[in-house]
């Protein structure tokens, strides 16, 4: 990475770039990450893996020439930190289950913030505002809920989608873009509390959801194509009809 970002010998390409042009190729990789193992391909996920490292290596190569730190201080910074949040691993501690563990470590993260902040730390501080708007707003209720700040079971939270989607609907008879979205918007936040009531990744069900509808609509685009038709000869009654039968296959 030295040699790409060499200002004489190095590539013009990677010489221009900066922290934020690269940003969204960390992002992209990471769910490259992600892809490979929803779809169980190791050989995939081998080389996705090495794509994501690069891109930690390519910042921490800008890092290092702007003095701030290379990568050997990246390793040591995340080895440190796994040493500390695992006392019960590394040290004297105990703890009694996975679900002790994890309280444990958010319990870690918490005294993190609040010495790296001479501010107060916020309940909300550390959530990501790069996190895909699904995933955050399951963290953002999870962290509110920590102080209490949340409804006793899932159906006060059902209760909250079905006022949601009402005031949804009021805001589609207004015709006010602007208040279509918010409504829209606090619609899928209180879906994604639910969710988390049921012990549910809110992000994880959408992708399982597109998957879904992606495989469907794969199948029926083929029988389409299996009636030697085009779409647009086909009405919506003869879609609905193939459709259900795609549902219907196993």
């Given at each position: 990475m030295a040699r790409l970002r060499d200002p004489e010998r190095g590539c013009p390409w990677d010489v221009e770039q900066d922290f934020a042009s690269i940003a969204p190729y960390t992002i992209e990789e990471a769910y490259e990450v992600a892809d490979a193992i929803d779809r169980g391909d190791l050989g995939a996920l081998r080389e996705e893996l090495g794509d994501l490292l690069l891109q930690v290596v390519y910042h921490a190569q800008m890092a290092s020439e702007a003095g701030a730190f290379a990568f050997g201080d990246v390793v040591e910074a995340v080895a440190e930190k796994m040493i500390r949040r695992h006392p019960h691993v590394f040290g004297e501690a105990e703890v009694e289950n996975a679900e002790a563990q994890r309280?444990?470590?958010?319990?870690?993260?918490?005294?993190?913030?609040?010495?790296?902040?001479?501010?107060?730390?916020?309940?909300?501080?550390?959530?990501?505002?790069?996190?895909?708007?699904?995933?955050?707003?399951?963290?953002?209720?999870?962290?509110?809920?920590?102080?209490?700040?949340?409804?006793?079971?899932?159906?006060?939270?059902?209760?909250?989608?079905?006022?949601?989607?009402?005031?949804?609907?009021?805001?589609?008879?207004?015709?006010?873009?602007?208040?279509?979205?918010?409504?829209?918007?606090?619609?899928?936040?209180?879906?994604?509390?639910?969710?988390?009531?049921?012990?549910?990744?809110?992000?994880?069900?959408?992708?399982?959801?597109?998957?879904?509808f992606e495989r469907r609509f794969r199948a029926l685009e083929a029988g389409v194509r299996d009636t030697g038709r085009r779409w647009a000869d086909l009405d919506a009654d003869e879609l609905e009809a193939l459709w259900a039968a795609v549902k219907a296959a196993p």
């Open positions: 309280e444990a470590w958010e319990a870690h993260k918490d005294q993190e913030r609040h010495q790296k902040s001479a501010a107060p730390a916020g309940v909300l501080d550390g959530v990501g505002l790069a996190l895909p708007a699904l995933m955050r707003a399951g963290k953002l209720g999870k962290r509110a809920a920590r102080v209490g700040f949340d409804w006793p079971d899932s159906a006060g939270v059902r209760a909250k989608v079905d006022e949601e989607l009402a005031e949804l609907d009021d805001a589609v008879a207004t015709a006010n873009p602007e208040r279509l979205a918010e409504e829209a918007g606090d619609l899928l936040f209180a879906t994604a509390q639910l969710l988390r009531h049921f012990g549910l990744e809110p992000e994880e069900c959408l992708r399982q959801g597109n998957r879904k």
